[in-house]
């Protein structure tokens, strides 16, 4: 009886502390999510009444053209991903080793991601507003200024700017986790390597990037779904305008504006579908690409 009141007592414990975290978690999370998916069936606005429409909401999401456009925007957003996660890869094997200054440059890559986003939206729209920051530097270099484009109206270009200030912010994160998972590594693995006559971009690829094929994962999962969410960089610059109205820019409006309840959460909805679908296409891949790391402690064929 004594082991039983004891046992009892143990898992009232265990009870107690979840259960508050698990009370907060489907009041705050699940529960809102639900109600999200139910109001994707009908039409309806914040104050009123509201009439159930089926599936409607979901056809139009591929018959809108500004939402079939910011689809095609987050594109962009994908490609600069990629060429942040090369030179974060790229800066954290290069900084996870003894380097001059190396804490000093960690630092500085690392602060743009400290600092909120609205104010980065802010210092980036005059920085590339015609004839400020950026404009005067590309003079200094001999660029006519009469002849440097609107980066910001241009269409096309002021994606590209856009999805720049995205990837100047989110650089030092990526680059951090990227550390973290280098610095990790066994170095007797480098020293053996050495023995065996191993170059640097052979070690790279037989140790490193085997050893933390978890952490690309999770920094390929952060890039894809922040492409497809992307809303501070276009919605404080340029209010989405000269198409550069994202997924979640047109959303907001949708919601707020139109006050389409029901098409928004229907847009909410697709939205996590895509990013679940694409986040297993990638693991899929990279379970292929990885398919000959050893899944211990990263010990296989050097050479």
């Known amino acids: ?41 009908y039409k309806m606005k914040y104050i009123g009444e509201r009439t159930f429409v089926g599936l409607k909401n979901y056809k139009d999401l591929f018959i809108r053209d500004d939402i079939f456009n910011s689809l095609k925007l987050s594109l962009y957003y994908m490609g600069g991903s990629v060429v942040q996660l090369v030179l974060a890869l790229l800066l954290a094997t290069l900084l996870s080793f003894k380097t001059r200054l190396g804490n000093l440059f960690k630092g500085i890559l690392f602060f743009p991601f400290l600092i909120n986003g609205i104010a980065i939206g802010f210092i980036f729209k005059f920085f590339f507003t015609h004839g400020f920051v950026f404009d005067t530097v590309l003079g200094w270099l001999g660029f006519p200024l009469d002849k440097l484009p609107y980066w910001l109206k241009t269409q096309g270009l002021n994606n590209v700017s856009l999805v720049g200030t995205s990837v100047w912010r989110y650089l030092g994160q990526n680059m951090v986790l990227f550390i973290g998972a280098i610095m990790s590594v066994d ?115 050097i050479l």
């Not at 996590?272 to 211990?296: C, E, M, P, S």
């Open 1 to 41: 009886m004594k082991k039983f009141n004891i046992r009892y007592s143990k898992w009232a414990v265990i009870l107690a502390f979840i259960s508050i975290p698990l009370l907060l978690l489907f009041t705050f999370t699940y529960l809102p999510f639900g109600e999200m998916v139910t109001y994707s069936f």
């Open 187 to 301: 170095s007797e693995l480098y020293e053996a390597a050495e023995l065996d006559g191993a170059s640097k971009v052979q070690q790279f690829f037989h140790i490193i990037l085997p050893s933390i094929k978890t952490i690309v994962t999770l920094n390929i999962i952060l890039s894809i779904t922040g492409s497809l969410s992307a809303f501070e960089p276009p919605f404080v610059i340029t209010k989405g305008a000269n198409g550069t109205g994202t997924y979640f820019i047109i959303m907001d409006q949708v919601a707020h504006t139109s006050q389409k309840v029901g098409l928004a959460s229907a847009m909410a909805v697709f939205l996590l579908l895509i990013i679940f679908i694409v986040t297993i296409i990638q693991k899929l891949v990279l379970k292929y690409a990885f398919r000959n790391a050893d899944t211990g402690n990263g010990k296989g064929d």
